[in-house]
Each structure stands twice: as structure tokens, then as C-alpha cells.
């Protein structure tokens, strides 16, 4: 197949290049009535360290030979710790116990608001668990770095579907759980578009992250690199502040309508379900639930007894998510929250010496909400494939990630064919996952129809990109830094208000190892559109917001 051509967001043909009354012209040519799907949220689940998913979806078809390969760490199929059988009605290939500290998953399966796929993965899997979740957040498939090493596919989902909204009080996307920043919410060309949260009080965030800076310095040296540097520092400080603020105002208008167990991941999905209540407009939340590496101890004891690591980490995302879907459903928000986990591999079929299991390949997905049609994608994984030649692997991947994620993407939240190719695409094969949806994940009634998508249909060839300019911060408070990828020395920027007039030219703008930075604290409060000209290469657009 031909290379796949679409949108790319810095250039002079995409959407952040438009003016914004070019983009509002769009816009309303393209919106359809009563297709507003503005409220809708995400939230992703991190099952941080390769959950074992033989042991949480047992394969009944082939329980002995899954007994022999596990002989002493099985779930078993009698007594007290006997697995919970799914649903009898499926097809031989596709039935399935659930581990039994799952029994709440097992009723959201009965009324219809829990999907799980099987066999998740990717083409050339990595085992490392650093580099297996820099792949999962990055968007690619481990055969290279197509969709960019340091940019991940939820900042590049947010930077092109809502680039409309740049400039707005709130996050695109909190995280909670892990005081590490994903990979995952750094965008092409924006960052800076979610806020962690993770180990703070979320209803005094805005007192503490405005209290800790005291006051900037009053000199900054310019056309230094401590200066350009030290005008980012500030400028992130500032957003920070109006991202703490509009966090702890949503956390105090919501409330929660159940009682949460109590653990760590109930704590974080019950703050998220209180900050989609009280207003919050952030679109996607990731929260983790970590010690799924189970080499060791995952069983106490063995033959029988399901009791260790794995039970307890079950257990606790069996109650938390179980209770979220309940408060979301008491709060009325339930029509707009769908959740998702993910782990960055599965386990290996065969069990070690340790009462444990080591790293493997695939692994299950589960969905839940009132929009997910209730179900199994996929059948079974086939235990036949592990042997020793491959260390006792399952290698078939059922269903790409990004197929997965993607359908999400687009069929709930909204993203339009361009903007899904630019947040993943099949390099290795150049496909595109538009081709490829999972149809069976969302109810065909919370399905959007393609003609309710507002996507800028302008495409350009990605073999003639220019320089890859961005802005940061963006939004920004009085000065911005502009980088690019290529060496140079020297650029002419003008700046143009909303309506078109030039407000400012820098004409051969100092370059410092791949920054300029911009001294805009003269202009008023607006969006304003940069455009970049070097030497022998075609003028590049994109536009800022100046808070």
C-alpha cells in the first residue's frame, strides 16, 4: 500500500495553522446538530509490571494442559479458590474462568457493561519493561521508532483534537499514581498538557503549587541558554498554577456517591470520579495500580492456594473498579466514562521455581462502562504455542494495542481518521489502524458518527515535512521558546494577532542550541499566529495563546 497521507499539525496546511476564524469556518461547515460529545472522559488503568493474564482468564477448553504448565501456581478447578466460570453460552474456544478475586468483574460481565479482549500485544514484542512501556505509550511496535520516541500518542491525540482549545484553564489529561510523567501525554509539538497529581490533596493542589515558587528573578539574561531555560521554568510555573487551581475547584464542587474500598487505586479512582463531577473538563485520566511483576510469590504456597501477589493485586482492582462504576453511575456521569486497563506484556505460559511467572508477551485488555458492549473479543490464547524453543511463549497477538485504543479513540471520544493516523500508524507495514477498529467495543448507540467528527480533512505528504517547529509552554504568560529540529542559526518570525494584523517581527532571531526565545510580554492576552521563515525552507505557521 502507498504511503498513507494526512494532517500534520505544525505545518502551513494543518489545523493549528489556521487562523482561528479559518478554524471556527471549519468547524461549523463540519459540526452537526445534537453530535456534541464534549463531555465524554477516558480513563486509562495502568497495570504496571506485565500482568499475568493465564491466571486471571483461565482457558477452560484447555485447563489440563494449562495444569501442566503450571502445575503448583494454577487457579484451580475445585474447592473453595476454584475459578468463577464466565459465561456458558460461549463458544468452546472462548470459555473462560475468572480468577475468583474478580467475582465484581464477573457481575459487570452479567449486565452487559464489562468487555475483555484477549491476546492484546504488539508485532515484535519487548520484554524489557522500560522499553515495552516507552512502546505502549509511544504508539509504536517494536520494530522502530516511527511515531517518535520522545512523543507519546495521548499528547499527539490531544494536540490535534483539541487544538481548539489551547489556552483553556485545565488540563487536557491528569495522572495520577506514578510521580513519574508519562511518556505517553508528551505531544509532537505541545507539552505541558496534563498535570500530575499523583500524592497530593487534590483539594488544597492549587495552595500548595502556588506557594512554592516564591518570586522569579527580576533580571533574566537574554540569548543565553540559563536565560531561555529559566524563562521556561517560569512560564511552566505559571500554567501549573491555573491547572492546580481549576483541579482543586472541580475536586471541591464534586462528591462521590459510594463508600471505596480502602487502597490506593480506589483513592485515585475514586478523586477521578469526583473531579469528572465536579466539572473538571480534562479528557483523559491514567491512573496505576504497580507489583504485577510476579516473578516471585505469586502464589504463597501453591497446589490449591490462590492466596499471594497476584491475588492481592486482583482483589484491589476488583473492588476499586467496581466501585467506581457504581459512584459513577450514582453521580449521573455514567453516559460519558469509559475505562480501560492495560500492562505492558503478559507472563510466560510455563511457571519458574519461584511459585512465580516470567516475563511474556500478551495479555487482556478489559473495557468497562455503560457504552461498552459487554463481551469476549478473541478466542482463548493456544497454550500449543509455548514450548522451550520459544521459552515457553504465547506469541500471537490477537489485537494490536493501537487497534484497540484507537477504536476508543475514535468511536468515543471522537478523533477523526486523521487525527487517529497521526496518533498511531503502522509504519512497518504503512497501515493505517482506521482500517483495522475493533467494532465490537463500543454499543452502536454511544457509537459517533463519522459526520458528527470535526477533522480537518487538509492533508499533506509526511516524505515533505519542514523544520517540526513547537512552541513552549504554550499557553504562555510573557515569554515563549521556539525549537525545531534542524541546525540552524538564524529565523525571521512575525507575529500576527487574531484578525490578521502584525503585532511584531523579529528579523533573524538568534538561535541557541536549538531554541529561540521570544520576549512577547508586550502583547495582550490572545491567540496569535507565528509565522517562521528560514532561509531556503518554506515559511512555517502555528499558533500560540498568550494568557
Not at 509511544?138 to 482549545?165: A, L, P, V
Not at 499566529?529 to 515559511?539: R, S
Amino acid at each position: 500500500m502507498e504511503r498513507r497521507k494526512f494532517i500534520k499539525l505544525s505545518a502551513t496546511a494543518s489545523a493549528i495553522a489556521l487562523t482561528p476564524f479559518e478554524m471556527k469556518g471549519i468547524m461549523e461547515m463540519q459540526e452537526i446538530k445534537n453530535c456534541d460529545f464534549s463531555g465524554r472522559r477516558l480513563v486509562l488503568i495502568n497495570l504496571d509490571g506485565g500482568n499475568d493474564g493465564l491466571n486471571t482468564l483461565i482457558p477452560l477448553n484447555q485447563y489440563d494442559l494449562y495444569s501442566n504448565f503450571r502445575p503448583t501456581i494454577k487457579v484451580p478447578d475445585t474447592g473453595v479458590n476454584k475459578y468463577i466460570p464466565l459465561d456458558s453460552g460461549l463458544a468452546e474456544n472462548k470459555q473462560l474462568g475468572l480468577h475468583p478475586s474478580l467475582n465484581e468483574f464477573k457481575n459487570l460481565y452479567d449486565n452487559g457493561k464489562m468487555r475483555l479482549l484477549q491476546s492484546v500485544g504488539y508485532p515484535s514484542q519487548n520484554k524489557s519493561h522500560f522499553a515495552s512501556s516507552d512502546i505502549y505509550m509511544t504508539g509504536n511496535d517494536g520494530n522502530g521508532w516511527g511515531n517518535g520516541k520522545t512523543s507519546g500518542w495521548i499528547g499527539r491525540y490531544m494536540e490535534q483534537m483539541y487544538s481548539d482549545e489551547l489556552g483553556n484553564s485545565y488540563p487536557f489529561a491528569v495522572q495520577m499514581g506514578n510521580v513519574k510523567n508519562s511518556l505517553g501525554f508528551h505531544g509532537l509539538h505541545e507539552h505541558g498538557m496534563n498535570m500530575n497529581i499523583t500524592n497530593q490533596d487534590a483539594s488544597g493542589f492549587y495552595s500548595v503549587i502556588n506557594g512554592l515558587g516564591g518570586e522569579a528573578p527580576e533580571n533574566i539574561p537574554a540569548g543565553t541558554d540559563y536565560g531561555i531555560e529559566l524563562d521556561y521554568i517560569i512560564e511552566t510555573d505559571k500554567l501549573a498554577n491555573i491547572y492546580a487551581s481549576s483541579i482543586s475547584n472541580a475536586f471541591n464542587a464534586g462528591s462521590n456517591s459510594v463508600i471505596y474500598p480502602d487502597t490506593n487505586l480506589s483513592d485515585q479512582l475514586k478523586t477521578v470520579a469526583r473531579l469528572i463531577k465536579g466539572g473538571l473538563q480534562s479528557k483523559i485520566y491514567m491512573v496505576r495500580l504497580k507489583g504485577f511483576d510476579t516473578h516471585a510469590n505469586q502464589l504463597e504456597t501453591g497446589n490449591g492456594d490462590i492466596l499471594g501477589r497476584h491475588d492481592v493485586l486482583l482483589k484491589e482492582l476488583n473492588g476499586a473498579i467496581s466501585a467506581f462504576i457504581s459512584d459513577i453511575e450514582g453521580l449521573g456521569i455514567d453516559d460519558d466514562v469509559v475505562a480501560m486497563t492495560y500492562s505492558e506484556f503478559g507472563r510466560k505460559v510455563a511457571e519458574n521455581g519461584n511459585l512465580g511467572t516470567d516475563h511474556g508477551e500478551v495479555a487482556p485488555m478489559f473495557v468497562f462502562g455503560k457504552a461498552v458492549e459487554g463481551g469476549v473479543s478473541g478466542i482463548n490464547p493456544d497454550l500449543n504455542e509455548a514450548s522451550q524453543e520459544n521459552n515457553w511463549q504465547v506469541e500471537t497477538v490477537q489485537y494490536d494495542y493501537r487497534a484497540v485504543f484507537g477504536t476508543v479513540l475514535k468511536e468515543w471520544m471522537g478523533g477523526g481518521e486523521s487525527v487517529i493516523d497521526q496518533t498511531f500508524f503502522d509504519y512497518t507495514n504503512m497501515n493505517s489502524f482506521n482500517d483495522s477498529t475493533v467494532s465490537e467495543i463500543i454499543k452502536t448507540n454511544y457509537k459517533i458518527d463519522l459526520g458528527c467528527i470535526n477533522s480537518v480533512k487538509d492533508e499533506v505528504d509526511t516524505e515533505n515535512e519542514g523544520l517540526n517547529w513547537f512552541a513552549s509552554p504554550n499557553p504562555f504568560f510573557d515569554n515563549i521558546t521556539l525549537r525545531s529540529d534542524d541546525d540552524i542559526e538564524k529565523a525571521t518570525i512575525k507575529v500576527f494577532s487574531q484578525n490578521g494584523q502584525l503585532v511584531k517581527a523579529i528579523i533573524n532571531a538568534n538561535y541557541y542550541n536549538g531554541m529561540i526565545r521570544l520576549d512577547l510580554s508586550n502583547l495582550s492576552s490572545g491567540i496569535y499566529t507565528l509565522n517562521i521563515l528560514v532561509d531556503g525552507k518554506n515559511p512555517e505557521s502555528l499558533n500560540v495563546v498568550k494568557r
